[in-house]
């Protein structure tokens, strides 16, 4: 599992920054852009990015250098160690001025004080909505994005040549007539994988949890009553059919696609680039409903932080809100980096059609959620989705509401 800003020159742009008064708390200190005399840049940047990311912010760095006379301190950070030790180090002064990280990043960052809040202002129109809402928490912004991933259904051309399907159950009887040992590969494992049935269980109205209207997320469960027990009853149909099997994992799925055993495999980005150097002709889709709404992946978001505690939060916001928001900086951290941009100019623009196709398939999705209580989720949800589909539990409405039980008390226990 792995987990779409107006373009802005840095010349002429002006600035302020409300609330610098460095006191530290996340929801009291705010980047943001406003009407007030652009001021004259000088000092020392301090960023961090793990060794993911390193390469693809080296050159924009050094852009952003030349373009302001401001230095940038690039350290490379160990990937298991840079969460944690931002959240411990910014308190007593020592972390960075700016973190590169993953949204999901965003609540235990917010919850312990360490990210300052950043005004995108107008900017926020030109993201897609899904990727500014992914750095949203309790109603306030806390990050930037620069690039985007999620799933989608990816098919062989070879096996199949058109997808004229408007359901997932006619995408499954249009895939059997390629006479393969599958139809549609879905990975699960022992422990499930709720991430790759995730937009057809959206399909059914069913979220993992209810969202504000910025697209932040509640601590309210939004796959219980009768969307999720309707999805429920639907995993097991798809288990009875043999559509879906629970010793399919991660490994096996992307195998038994390269072998052409099946010619659809809902799968994301990480895995194309094997199929494609393989020399396979695919294509990249949407997923079809399974439930009559909308399949909504989830969309995972990479991004820019602000410290709470930063030395120089006028030069921080000048890179994060700025200088990041840039059609011609997203382009360069695509063409790097291999993500599709999350401003919508920069991807419209991206001639790849297979990340093309990513992006049409996730631009309606939901942001992974970033909130604490997701950690109490993870376990029951694909537990129970292994028993629906291995046909263990016999009563499915039953089997899912006894999950949303379990997950509410390991939620409630943990406040």
Same mark, same amino acid.
């Given at each position: 599992?792995?987990?779409?800003?107006?373009?802005?020159?840095?010349?002429?742009?002006? @600035?302020?920054?409300?609330?610098?008064?460095?006191?530290?708390?996340?929801?009291?200190?705010?980047?943001?852009?406003?009407?007030?005399?652009?001021?004259?840049?000088?000092?020392?940047?301090?960023?961090?990015?793990? *060794?993911?990311?390193?390469?693809?912010?080296?050159?924009?760095?050094?852009?952003?250098?030349?373009?302001?006379?401001?230095?940038?301190?690039?350290?490379?950070?160990?990937?298991?160690?840079?969460?944690?030790?931002?959240?411990?180090?910014?308190?007593? #002064?020592?972390?960075?001025?700016?973190?590169?990280?993953?949204?999901?990043?965003?609540? =235990?960052?917010?919850?312990?004080?360490?990210?300052?809040?950043?005004?995108? #202002?107008?900017?926020?129109?030109?993201?897609?909505?899904?990727?500014?809402?992914?750095?949203?928490? /309790?109603?306030?912004?806390?990050?930037?994005?620069?690039?985007? *991933?999620?799933?989608?259904?990816?098919?062989?051309?070879?096996?199949?040549?058109?997808?004229?399907?408007?359901?997932?159950?006619?995408?499954?009887?249009?895939? !059997?007539?390629?006479?393969?040992?599958?139809?549609?590969?879905?990975?699960?494992?022992?422990? #499930?994988?709720?991430?790759?049935?995730?937009?057809?269980?959206?399909?059914?109205?069913?979220?993992?949890?209810?969202?504000?209207?910025?697209?932040?997320?509640?601590? =309210?469960? #939004?796959?219980?009553?009768?969307?999720?027990?309707?999805?429920?009853?639907?995993?097991?149909?798809?288990?009875?059919?043999?559509? @879906?099997?629970?010793?399919?994992?991660?490994?096996?799925?992307?195998?038994?696609? @390269?072998?052409?055993?099946?010619?659809?495999?809902?799968?994301?980005?990480?895995?194309?680039?094997?199929?494609?150097?393989?020399?396979?002709?695919?294509?990249?889709?949407?997923?079809?409903?399974?439930?009559?709404?909308?399949? !909504?992946?989830?969309?995972?978001?990479?991004?820019?932080?602000?410290?709470?505690?930063?030395?120089?939060?006028? @030069?921080?916001?000048?890179?994060?809100?700025?200088?990041?928001?840039?059609? !011609?900086?997203?382009? *360069?951290?695509?063409?790097?980096?291999?993500?599709?941009?999350?401003?919508?100019?920069?991807?419209?623009?991206?001639?790849?059609?297979?990340?093309?196709?990513? /992006?049409?398939?996730?631009?309606?999705?939901?942001?992974?959620?970033?909130?604490? =209580?997701?950690?109490?989720?993870?376990?029951?949800?694909?537990?129970? *989705?292994?028993?629906?589909?291995?046909?263990?539990?016999?009563?499915?409405?039953?089997?899912?509401?006894?999950?949303?039980?379990?997950?509410?008390?390991?939620?409630?226990?943990?406040?």
């Amino acid at each position: 599992m792995r987990r779409s800003i107006p373009l802005a020159a840095i010349a002429g742009v002006t @600035l302020a920054l409300a609330a610098c008064s460095g006191s530290g708390s996340g929801s009291g200190s705010t980047a943001s852009a406003t009407a007030s005399a652009k001021p004259t840049l000088s000092g020392t940047l301090t960023m961090w990015v793990d *060794e993911t990311r390193i390469d693809s912010m080296k050159p924009i760095v050094d852009e952003f250098q030349q373009q302001t006379g401001v230095k940038v301190d690039l350290v490379q950070k160990v990937s298991g160690d840079i969460r944690t030790d931002f959240v411990s180090q910014v308190p007593t #002064g020592q972390g960075p001025d700016v973190i590169i990280g993953a949204h999901d990043w965003t609540g =235990e960052f917010v919850n312990n004080g360490v990210v300052a809040t950043v005004q995108l #202002g107008d900017k926020a129109k030109d993201f897609s909505k899904s990727a500014v809402s992914a750095f949203a928490y /309790n109603g306030q912004q806390y990050g930037v994005p620069y690039a985007i *991933e999620n799933i989608a259904l990816v098919r062989n051309n070879k096996l199949l040549k058109d997808t004229t399907a408007k359901t997932f159950d006619d995408l499954v009887t249009q895939a !059997k007539t390629a006479n393969t040992p599958f139809s549609v590969l879905i990975q699960q494992g022992d422990k #499930g994988d709720a991430y790759h049935l995730y937009p057809l269980q959206t399909s059914f109205g069913a979220p993992v949890f209810k969202q504000k209207d910025d697209g932040s997320y509640t601590n =309210e469960i #939004g796959m219980s009553g009768d969307a999720g027990t309707k999805f429920a009853a639907y995993l097991q149909k798809l288990g009875q059919e043999k559509v @879906l099997d629970a010793s399919i994992d991660g490994d096996k799925a992307k195998q038994a696609f @390269l072998d052409g055993k099946a010619p659809y495999i809902i799968t994301g980005p990480w895995n194309t680039t094997a199929f494609t150097k393989a020399g396979m002709d695919i294509s990249v889709l949407p997923i079809p409903s399974a439930g009559g709404q909308e399949a !909504k992946p989830f969309v995972g978001v990479q991004g820019a932080f602000i410290s709470a505690k930063s030395k120089n939060p006028l @030069l921080a916001q000048e890179f994060v809100v700025n200088f990041l928001t840039t059609e !011609k900086v997203q382009t *360069e951290l695509y063409k790097s980096g291999g993500r599709l941009p999350a401003l919508t100019a920069a991807a419209s623009k991206v001639d790849d059609k297979v990340l093309a196709g990513f /992006n049409a398939a996730g631009s309606t999705g939901a942001p992974m959620p970033s909130i604490p =209580e997701m950690g109490s989720v993870w376990s029951f949800w694909g537990t129970t *989705e292994v028993q629906l589909i291995n046909g263990q539990a016999a009563d499915p409405a039953g089997a899912w509401t006894t999950m949303i039980t379990n997950i509410q008390n390991a939620i409630a226990t943990k406040k």
